[in-house]
C-alpha cells in the first residue's frame, strides 16, 4: 500500500478466537467494534461498523460547524448531531425490484444551540454539508485492496 505523509494508517485485527469483535487502532486510540446480538455471532461489544461510518460523519460535521462559527465570531453553544443509516430501493431506477438496487440513504439532523439568526443557522447548515468526511462519502472513491503475505 502507498504512503504518504498525509495518509493515515489504521491498524484492524479480528483474532481467530473472536467471533465478529473486532480491534481497531488509530495511532494511541482504540476502540473495538462488533455485529449486533441480531447477527448470528454477535455480541454487541462495540458499535458496528456502519455506526462507525455515521459517528465518522457526525464527529466531521460538528467538528466542521464549529471551526466556521469560531472564525466567524458566532456566539454558538451546543452542537447536536443525529444520524439514521437505511438501504432503500432506487424506486426510479429500472429493475428497482432486483437485488442490489437498494441505494444507501443517510439523514442527519442538525441541531444548534446559541444566540443565532436563523440566517446564521442555515449558513451552519450549508457549511455543515462541507465538511471533509460529507464530501469524501458524496464523491467517488476508489479502494484499492491487496493481500499481504504473512
Given amino acids: 500500500m502507498n504512503n504518504s505523509d498525509s495518509q493515515k494508517i489504521i491498524h484492524i485485527h479480528l483474532p481467530k478466537e473472536e467471533s465478529f469483535k473486532t480491534t481497531l487502532n488509530a495511532g494511541n486510540h482504540s476502540m473495538v467494534a462488533d455485529?449486533?446480538?441480531s447477527v448470528e455471532g454477535g455480541k454487541d461489544l462495540g458499535p458496528?461498523?456502519?455506526d462507525?461510518?455515521?459517528m465518522s460523519l457526525g464527529a466531521c460535521t460538528t467538528m466542521t460547524i464549529k471551526m466556521y462559527a469560531q472564525r466567524k465570531g458566532w456566539e454558538l453553544d451546543d452542537i447536536f448531531i443525529e444520524l439514521r443509516h437505511?438501504?432503500?430501493?432506487a424506486d426510479d431506477c429500472i429493475g428497482a425490484?432486483?437485488?442490489g438496487s437498494k441505494i444507501d440513504f443517510i439523514e442527519k439532523e442538525v441541531i444548534i444551540k446559541g444566540e443565532l439568526t436563523r440566517e446564521q443557522k442555515e449558513k451552519?447548515?450549508?457549511i455543515s454539508k462541507k465538511c471533509p468526511v460529507?464530501?469524501?462519502l458524496l464523491?467517488?472513491?476508489n479502494i484499492e485492496s491487496s493481500l499481504v503475505s504473512s
Fill in 35 to 37: 455485529e449486533p446480538l
Fill in 52 to 54: 462507525y461510518l455515521l
Fill in 97 to 99: 425490484e432486483e437485488p
Fill in 134 to 136: 460529507h464530501r469524501t
Fill in 86 to 89: 437505511n438501504k432503500r430501493h
Fill in 124 to 126: 451552519l447548515l450549508e
Fill in 139 to 141: 464523491s467517488e472513491i
Fill in 48 to 50: 458496528d461498523p456502519y
